[in-house]
């Protein structure tokens, strides 16, 4: 699947968001090396803190198929908005232990698109690495 394909299937998981709140969709949708493609969509609810951004969704879902960060080829996070979204710092910190850091991860909205990788994204990030034993 190429990077344009995986893009537009991030837009067809933003079509299933649930966001009354903010007004601003948001698809993900993470590709396996086996070739599947895992969606998910934001997901708000009136107690702020009890919803879930997309691209969380997206990578639980995969993860709970079975999934690791080494079956995961890349992810696409797309939204409608005026400028290309970055993942809020919840779902960096997520995607740093979730994904390897060469994962390529692909911003997009229907005008512009950018691929960045962990490092750019989160860098110095506090992970597993970092915890006492």
Known sequence: MTKDELIQEAFKAMKHTYSPYSHFPVGAAVLTSDGEVTYGANI???????????ERAALFAAYSKGYTRDDIVALAIVSNGKRIAAPCGVCRQVLYELLNSDTPIYLATPDEQKTVTMQEILPMAFGPEDLAE
Request: hydrophobic share 25%; charged share 10%.
């Open 44 to 54: 708000e609810n009136a107690s702020y803190p009890a919803g879930i951004c997309g």
